[in-house]
């Protein structure tokens, strides 16, 4: 079945970075696309970035753009977000999520457990 | 104020049937597919509805999705205290070219 697991979370002060992984299992990861979504505390689900099955298409939310780069290794079955410039407002759960296709826009159809970024001085 | 609209509560009794609408416009729901996640305390969501009206296998067919126009409804049927959870509507924007998730609507089971 299909397995996500995120991994890397943690406390960091602002300004800092951090990158987060997400490791694959269960599908063939190299045909699909891949997403990480984010859930502040007590608060709903806000998209964070897309990239498509061989990374040929990215899209970011404006919330990160500039910030945040989703990047995949799919040798190593893994997804990864590189987080620069970290502000106070991205903390949140951050789980990586399973596209229905190759690329961008299929929906989420299996989520990982979440990992937890807590920006804060 | 969110792209997707979502009410942020709603509420029935066990057997009774629900609706939890979703309200977009025609460069999300208008124009793309929509889609429903169930998110129960202190889990991950899960895919409940996708492409409009369609059921993962293991969803039963309390749950059913319909979307007219720039907006979208999930319907329950025969609540039960299980379904107690958070409801989100969500879609790709072509204009903003990002996805989008409603405001989520917190469904108690009274």
Not at chain 2, 12 to 25: A, L
């Amino acid at each position: 079945q299909v397995q996500l697991v995120e991994s890397g979370g943690g406390v960091v002060q602002p300004g800092r970075s951090l990158r987060l992984s997400c490791a694959a299992s269960g599908f063939t990861f190299s045909s699909y696309g891949i997403h990480w979504v984010r859930q502040a505390p007590g608060k709903g689900l806000e998209w964070v970035a897309v990239t498509s099955y061989d990374g040929g298409n990215k899209y970011y939310a404006d919330s990160v753009k500039g910030r945040f780069t989703i990047s995949r290794d799919n040798s190593k079955n893994t997804l990864y977000l590189q987080m620069n410039s970290l502000r106070i407002e991205d903390t949140a759960v951050y789980y990586c999520a399973k596209d229905r296709n190759s690329g961008w826009y299929g929906g989420f159809d299996s989520w990982g457990q979440g990992t937890l970024v807590t920006v804060s001085s | 104020q969110s792209v997707l609209t979502q009410p942020p509560s709603a509420s029935g009794t066990p057997g009774q049937r629900v609706t939890i609408s979703c309200s977009g416009s025609s460069s999300n729901i208008g124009s793309n597919y929509l889609y429903w996640y169930q998110q129960l305390p202190g889990t991950a969501p899960k895919l409940l509805i996708y492409t409009n009206n369609q059921r993962p296998s293991g969803v039963p067919d309390r749950f059913s999705g319909s979307k007219s126009g720039t907006s979208a409804s999930l319907a329950i049927s025969g609540l039960r205290s299980e379904d107690e959870a958070d409801y989100y509507c969500a879609a790709w924007d072509d204009s903003l070219s990002a996805w989008f998730f409603g405001g989520g609507t917190k469904l108690t089971v009274l």
